[in-house]
């Protein structure tokens, strides 16, 4: 099995990228790309694991964009980066997350919550902070009894602490993935909100940007949605891939390579996806 789906301690998982690569080892996955958010900080420890125990990796980051009003999230497989491009974006990506995180602070702080901004970083142990740390700190304060709880009632798009993210455009995440030598990929589809030929026009117009493949396989898809995405990705000749979103213990129901247990994707999906990447 393949899991091309998976975070780290880099960004919001709970493993490190060596003991993801460990796992991946220990349940025999054939393959495993770490894919964190808007960085890629993970990726050189991830790689040293990989050769050291053997494992097939593959390296990757989930870009958050926005494209007409929609917002998606772009997977890059077999990125370089080293790549000045790529680091460019991610400097900017990161200075877009220090603006709003500070201000989700003082959104908490006026619906009258003791919380502050060091005790988040505290949490983040110097990675990368995002809306999950903030909800671990809610979680560990007695404000909130789970990370989805924090989601909904505050973190949320609908939550009341919301601060709405500034994104870069598709054309940007998706060229400087290519730029980097990597595979784009929209990451769960159904997330955009979009079905049936909406979907199917989204994904042309990202396919005109430069997109290679769909997320056909993640989890808790039904075979019905996962042959949906397949016949978009034939429509528009993309390579399909497929993970769990692997989170570690902060999404405990999600498991490495099995997502919440009916994930299965093939290994003969890598091929075509190495190859769109010269590699």
């Known amino acids: 099995m393949l899991d091309l789906h998976t975070h780290s301690t880099a960004s919001d998982g709970t493993l490190s990228p060596s003991a993801l690569i460990h796992l991946a080892k220990k349940i025999n996955l054939f393959a495993v790309a770490l894919c964190d958010h808007d960085t890629t900080d993970g ?23 926005n ?21 460019d974006v991610l400097v900017r990506t990161q200075q877009m997350r220090d603006t709003r995180n500070p201000k989700i602070i003082t959104a908490l702080q006026q619906l009258g919550i003791d919380i502050s901004l060091n005790e988040v970083e505290a949490v983040a142990k110097g990675n990368t902070i995002g809306r999950p740390h903030i909800a671990e700190v809610l979680q560990k304060k007695g404000v909130v009894s789970t990370a989805d709880q924090a989601f909904a009632k505050y973190l949320g798009v609908n939550g009341s602490a919301h601060v709405p993210k500034d994104r870069l455009t598709a054309t940007e995440a998706i060229h400087v993935i290519r730029a980097a030598g990597g595979v784009p990929i929209l990451a769960h589809p159904h997330l955009t909100g979009l079905k049936g030929d909406e979907l199917d026009t989204f994904v042309g117009e990202l396919t005109s940007i430069g997109l290679q493949g769909i997320e056909v ?3 808790g898809y039904k075979s019905s949605r996962s042959a949906e995405y397949t016949r978009i990705a034939k429509h528009h000749d993309l390579v399909r891939s497929g993970g769990s979103d692997f989170h570690g213990a902060s999404k405990p129901n999600i498991r490495l390579g099995r997502g ?3 994930l299965y994707v093939r290994d003969d999906l ?6 769109l990447a010269g590699r």
């Open 43 to 65: 990726l050189d420890e991830a790689m040293e694991t990989a050769r050291r125990i053997s494992q097939t990796f593959v390296p990757g980051i989930e870009l958050s964009a």
């Open 67 to 87: 494209h007409n009003q929609v917002t998606i999230h772009v997977v890059g497989l077999y990125i370089d980066h080293s790549q000045r491009a790529l680091k």
């Open 217 to 219: 396989f993640y989890s």
């Open 260 to 262: 919440i247990g009916n």
């Open 270 to 275: 890598l091929e075509p996806i190495r190859q």
